[in-house]
C-alpha cells in the first residue's frame, strides 16, 4: 500500500508540471505492442519460455524461470502440433505489420504535422522483440514516438507487461532519454473498434436464416486471468465487459449473449465460465445456433484459429456453431486504428488518466518505475 501512495503522490507532480508531449519534430514512430507467436515452429520452444518466464504474464513465484524452462519443455510438442495445424505459424506478425503499415499511411494524410509515422512493431515473446524494435528506432533516429497497445483492454499482464518492458529497456539502450515517449494504453470502446466488430457480427449473422437469426447466441469470448490478477485489481474484465456493452448497444441488443473466457493454463483459479464449457453446455441444452466473437484480439493466432476453430467448433460438430471473422485488415479497422493515434497525437497527452494509477493491491516496484518512465 505504502508503495501506491508513493506512486500516485510522485505521478501526479510529474504530471502537472511535465511536458504535455513537445517533442522533437521529425519521423513518429507508432509502436505496435503485442504479445507476439511463433512465425515457425522453430520459434515454439523460445516463444513459451519467454512467456511462461514474464511474471506479469504468469506469476509462478521465486522458480518462475526454473518453472518456465520446465513448462516450456513440458508443451513444446503439443503446441508444435498445434501451431502446425494452423498453418505452420502463427499469423500475428504479419497482421501486425500489415495494420502498422496501412494504418502509417492513413495518419500520414490525417495528422501531417506529425508525419512521416513509421509503422513497428514490438512483440513481448517472439520476433520482433521489443529490444530489437527499440535498436531499429534508435538507428532509424527516431526522437518521438507512441507505444500503442493492441490489446484494446488494459491488463497488467499484457500491455502492463510490454510497458514494463519498454522502460526496463530503455534505461539500458537509451539511458539519456533520446526517445520522447507517449502511451496509448487502452481503448475499449473506440467508435470504429464497436462498429469493426459489429460489422464482422452482422456479416456472421447474415449466414443464418431469418427464422433463427435473432435467437443465435452471441458468445464474446476473451483470454482469460488468474483470480489472483483479478483479485489484484486488473482493470481488464471490466473493460472487456465494457467492449461487449457498447457492441450489443450497436447491435440493438438484437440477441441473446455472454461474454466467457478462454484459454485457461494450469490448475490455479481463473476467470471464468470458460469459453469450451460454454459452448459444450449449450449444445448439450439443444442450443445449437452460437457465433463466437473474439473481443480481445485484434488478428487471428492459436487462439482464434486453434482453440476456437478446432478445439471447440469443429470439434463440436454442429453446422450452426460458427466464429465471427477476427478484426485482421478489415479497412473500417485500420481507419480506427488511425484515428485513435490522430486523437492521441492532437491530445498531446502522454497517456490515459487510467495509467496513472496501480491496481490497488500492486506491490510491484516495475509498475511504479514505468509509470515514472512514461509519465514524467
Ligand atoms: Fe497492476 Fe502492478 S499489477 S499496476
Not at 8 to 13: A, L, P
Request: net charge neutral; proline share 6%; aromatic share 10%.
Amino acid at each position: 500500500m505504502s508503495l501506491l501512495r508513493t506512486f500516485r503522490f510522485q505521478s501526479r507532480g510529474l504530471v502537472t508540471t511535465t511536458k504535455k508531449w513537445t517533442a522533437p519534430k521529425g519521423p513518429t514512430g507508432i509502436v505496435m505492442l503485442n504479445m507476439g507467436g511463433p512465425s515457425s515452429l522453430s520459434e515454439v520452444y523460445d516463444f513459451l519460455y519467454r512467456l511462461f518466464a514474464d511474471e506479469d504474464l504468469i506469476p509462478l513465484g521465486r522458480y518462475q524461470k526454473q518453472l518456465a524452462k520446465f513448462i516450456a519443455w513440458r508443451r513444446t510438442p503439443m503446441i508444435t502440433e498445434h501451431y502446425d495445424d494452423i498453418g505452420g505459424g502463427s499469423p500475428i506478425r504479419k497482421w501486425s505489420e500489415y495494420q502498422a503499415t496501412e494504418m502509417c499511411k492513413t495518419l500520414d494524410k490525417l495528422s501531417p504535422e506529425s508525419a512521416p509515422h513509421m509503422p513497428y512493431v514490438a512483440f513481448r515473446y517472439a520476433a520482433p522483440l521489443t529490444e530489437d524494435t527499440l535498436k531499429q528506432m534508435q538507428a532509424d533516429g527516431i526522437k518521438r514516438a507512441v507505444a500503442f497497445t493492441q490489446y484494446p483492454q488494459y491488463s497488467c499482464s499484457t500491455t502492463g507487461s510490454s510497458l514494463n518492458e519498454i522502460s526496463k529497456l530503455s534505461k539500458k539502450l537509451d539511458p539519456n532519454n533520446e526517445i520522447s515517449w507517449s502511451v496509448i494504453d487502452r481503448w475499449p470502446v473506440h467508435a470504429g473498434l464497436i462498429k469493426t466488430f459489429a460489422t464482422l457480427i452482422r456479416d456472421k449473422l447474415e449466414e443464418y436464416d431469418d427464422s433463427v437469426k435473432n435467437n443465435v447466441v452471441l458468445l464474446f469470448s476473451a483470454h482469460s486471468l488468474p483470480m489472483s490478477v483479478v483479485n489484484r485489481g486488473d482493470p481488464y474484465p471490466a473493460e472487456v465487459a465494457s467492449t461487449v456493452s457498447h457492441v450489443m448497444a450497436e447491435l440493438g441488443f438484437s440477441n441473446p449473449y455472454r461474454l466467457v473466457w478462454q484459454s485457461q493454463v494450469g490448475p490455479s483459479a481463473w476467470l471464468g465460465a470458460q469459453t469450451a464449457d460454454t459452448v459444450k453446455s449449450l449444445v448439450a441444452k439443444g442450443e445449437t445456433n452460437v457465433i463466437l466473437i473474439p473481443i480481445a484480439f485484434t488478428s487471428d493466432h492459436i487462439e482464434t484459429l486453434h482453440e476456437l476453430d478446432l478445439e471447440m467448433i469443429a470439434e463440436a460438430g454442429v453446422p450452426g456453431i460458427k466464429r465471427a471473422s477476427s478484426l485482421n485488415g478489415h479497412p473500417m479497422f485500420i481507419e480506427a486504428l488511425a484515428d485513435i493515434v490522430k486523437n492521441h497525437l492532437q491530445e498531446k497527452k502522454t497517456s490515459s488518466k487510467q495509467y496513472e494509477m496501480t491496481c490497488p493491491m500492486c506491490t510491484k516496484e516495475v509498475c511504479i518505475n514505468s509509470r515514472k518512465f512514461f509519465l514524467q
